[in-house]
């Protein structure tokens, strides 16, 4: 009998390779590839329209989507991670010196507000330099992904003159979350790697960026396809691991010097499963609430499709 095919988008990455290559397999399905660039392009079209079967996607954009009962439902898969200590950045020719002196301040954001990298940058500003969020104008350079988003107070559409970078650079506006140091700026806080290495260290602070996706109609009709497309998932990114711990990653990426920098602390710098994410997942759904970006805290249990809760890959 022949496989179903899922329409599939997932961004070539190490621990995605053998599986876009076909060297990994589903039982029962066959996943179709559909290359969207940029990627986030098809996170807007999964929230938007279900336009896939399976799909990577930024946690936050998730977590605001099921709070707005879009159909779709996670699967604990965790693509991407990061240090997020160097998208805080400062126009050079700004005053500031200190993340607290965002206070009081008009801070840019690249594309939405609801982007997870600029989540967890305003959680690091709160939660390691105490800067009081609520005290700041956040501008955001774009909408976002979930349609009728009810914006809070505090977050404002960017408007002026030009791009984000624009404004950076004349110093229109003084800081921006979201974005990494260029010609016209500089990272608000010193070393940032090693700040996020320390950070992953002291306090096993480890931000996840992308999940994966399932469109509820297709896991209501064959829920089995929460573990098998797991577990495909789970075994790609075991040989990355093998590849990456053997050195026989000859050209690495970002990513790649991240995981690795990562293996000082932990085995596995990709962890999949509830289990061995969950403070880190709780603590996003609560800096979530705590920006002003859904109303109240998803349980977990609530986020991912039953019979993927206990699977650790």
Sequence with gaps: MSKRTLRTVTRAQGNNRALKAGEITLPDFALDFEEVNPLPRAFRNM???QAYDVSEMALTTYI?????GVPITAIPVFL?????????????????TQPKDLEGRRVGVSRGYTVTTGVWARAILAEEYGVDLSQITWARSDDEHVLNWRIPAHVEDLGGEGSLDDQLARADIDAAVGLVESNATRSLITDPFAAGLAALKS???????????????????VPDIAVQVFEAFSASK???LTDLKAGRITAPTAADNT???????????????????????NKLVDHVVAQGIIDAVIPLEDLFAPGSHELVG
């Design 203 to 221: 306090r096993a602070f480890y931000p996840i960026n992308h999940l994966v996706v399932v469109r509820d109609d297709l896991l209501k009709e």
């Design 238 to 240: 075991r040989a990355y």
């Design 47 to 49: 929230v938007r329209e």
């Design 80 to 96: 991407v991670r990061d240090f997020h200590h160097k998208s805080i950045v400062k126009s050079l020719k700004a005053t500031i």
């Design 259 to 281: 995981y690795l920098a990562a293996l000082e602390v932990m085995d596995d710098p990709l962890p999949y499963g509830l289990a061995p994410n969950a403070d880190t997942l």
């Design 64 to 68: 605001t989507a099921r709070a707005y």
